[in-house]
């Protein structure tokens, strides 16, 4: 079973500078000894379980400060376990934030003060196969490595590879709406799902889809609780969709002399109906630094039944006819080092900041899209890199996925502030969405009312519908608490 690995750890001994928490009420600890739920009330685990990746926290935990103490760290195994906790802690008025691997980079999984931290990788089970229709059900805390474990040797895969694979957990990518780094080809998680198993704040259990690929009884009720953040319920259990591991793969690599031209022809690809499992695009900088070579680098891997693959990579080739033809082994190179996230937490202990922003756009606006975010980001004093790649193209848009880095000259955490005020202020000015995969948590809280516009209303409805008592997760996704 995979446990979930953190960035940065505190040091021994906690400082001084514990940001806030609260011990949890007896009656609730009460109640889960009394049924026997494990939880835990140490100050350890407390600490460990009030952080995830969100970039600001592995700054804090290297100096040793704890964003937020949980009450509680409460790990059920079964889902009789979270109908319990739920019920407990809405009698209670006790917020409840679910986690998986913490693997979020937006501080979703990051609790209130006092707060029930509910740890959902101990219900890591897979449930059932069904290989004639293609479907896998699995416990919402399985880890990446754990579900496709179970698969592979029965040549079969879901297809959602997230670079964070490692780290994060089935409810993880469900409840961030995720995206695989082979979406192209297989979908986001949106699109692999088919049913699941939610526990509403009140403690009921409610079953949504699993009736086959797709029903037309009302709008899609999987869809309400994919992308929730842990808002509007705690997901136990999810069906899948699973695919037989491609046999064949064709790869190719291309330079193109600017980011536009590149994405002009990713466009073309996808229009002309290739979608080749990868499909990557960076500007001059991320190319040096990742293939040492110059321009805009194009990476291309496409894998399937062999037929199929050759017609998407002849597509691929005729539509990067104009473009300098690069050695494939550089797709090779990007599979090797793909997984690796081992520079990030060292660079924010030597004081720099460094993070990254996804975000979606139409095909039209995203070369201004991506000129206006890069200018903004270079305009704060002390921003020393401001780059991007191309990493997930549709139809009509795709996802833009900017770096940036710098050495703050006053507070970092006003810094790094700014440097999302300014590069949403023009995703969202230029027409383009908050996040493409990510989600939201709270570091993008105080954007979502201008991000959703009028619909965030119906949001905030369905909010007060399944959690009255607002305990689901409060001051994620722009809901039930001031955004930090
Ligand atoms: C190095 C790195 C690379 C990454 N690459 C990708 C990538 O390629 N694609 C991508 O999509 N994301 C990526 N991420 C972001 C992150 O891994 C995903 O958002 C992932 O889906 C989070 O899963 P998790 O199990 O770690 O969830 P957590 O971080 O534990 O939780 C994230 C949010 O989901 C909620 N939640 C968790 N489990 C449940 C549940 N069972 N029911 C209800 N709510 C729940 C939490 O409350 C929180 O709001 C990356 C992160 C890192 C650190």
């Given amino acids: 079973m995979t446990t979930p690995t953190m960035p940065s750890e505190y040091p021994e001994e906690l400082s001084g500078n514990v940001l806030g928490g609260g011990d949890a009420p007896n009656s609730l600890l009460e ?3 009394a049924q026997h739920v494990p939880f835990s009330i140490g100050e350890t685990e407390r600490a460990d379980h009030g952080r995830d990746w969100w970039p600001l926290s592995i700054g804090w935990v290297a100096k040793g400060e704890v964003p937020s103490f949980p009450g509680v760290v409460v790990y059920p195994r079964t889902v009789e376990d979270v109908q319990l906790v739920l019920r407990t802690a809405n009698e209670l008025r006790i ?5 998986g691997g913490r693997s979020g980079v937006v501080g979703g999984a990051v609790p209130m003060p006092g707060a029930i931290a509910l740890d ?3 219900m890591n089970a897979v449930l059932a196969l069904d290989e004639i229709s293609g479907t896998v059900t699995a416990q919402a805390g399985i880890f990446g490595p754990d579900l496709e474990g179970f698969l592979s040797p029965r040549g079969l895969t879901t297809g959602h590879v997230p670079q964070s694979f490692d780290l994060s957990t089935l409810g993880g990518w469900l409840a961030c709406r995720g995206a695989g780094q082979r979406s192209n080809r297989y979908g986001k998680i949106e699109d692999i799902v088919r049913g699941l198993s939610v526990v509403l704040a009140n403690g009921d259990l409610v079953v949504t889809g699993n009736r086959g690929p797709r029903q037309a009884v009302g709008p899609d009720l999987n869809q309400l609780f994919v992308g929730s953040e842990g808002t ?7 069906t899948l969709v699973v695919r037989h591991i491609p046999k064949h793969h064709e790869q190719a690599a291309y330079q193109f002399s600017s980011f536009a031209d590149g994405l002009e022809a990713c466009r073309r690809i996808i229009q002309r109906g290739a979608h080749p499992s990868v499909l990557r695009l960076y500007d001059e900088t991320e190319t040096k630094r990742n293939f040492d070579v110059d321009e805009c680098a ?5 894998e399937g039944d062999a037929g199929l693959v050759r017609a998407s990579m002849s597509v691929v080739t005729e539509e990067c006819s104009g473009a300098t033809v690069l050695d494939p082994l550089l797709v090779d190179r990007w599979l090797a080092h793909r997984n690796d996230v081992s520079a990030l937490a060292p660079l924010w202990a030597r004081g720099i900041v460094v993070d990254t922003i996804e975000i979606a756009g139409p095909w039209a606006n995203l ?4 000129q206006r975010v890069v200018d903004a980001l270079l305009a704060i004093p002390g921003i020393a890199v401001a780059s991007v790649h191309q990493s997930h ?6 996802c833009l996925y900017f770096t940036f880095a710098g050495y703050p000259e006053g507070d970092t955490t006003d810094f790094y502030r700014r440097a999302w005020d300014v590069a949403s202020e023009a995703v969202l000015k230029a027409g383009g969405a908050l996040s493409h995969h990510h989600g939201v948590g709270r570091n993008r809280a105080r954007f979502v009312s201008e991000a959703l516009g009028d619909a965030y209303g119906v949001l905030v409805a369905m909010k007060d519908v399944l959690d009255p008592n607002h305990i689901l997760n409060p001051g994620v996704l722009g809901l039930s608490a001031p955004p930090w």
């Fill in 31 to 33: 109640a889960l000894h």
């Fill in 95 to 99: 917020p409840v934030t679910p986690q």
């Fill in 120 to 122: 959902l990788t101990h």
């Fill in 232 to 238: 509007l319920g705690v997901i136990v259990e999810a």
């Fill in 298 to 302: 194009l990476i291309v891997l496409e």
């Fill in 367 to 370: 070369a201004t899209i991506h």
């Fill in 393 to 398: 193209a549709y139809d009509d848009g795709a």
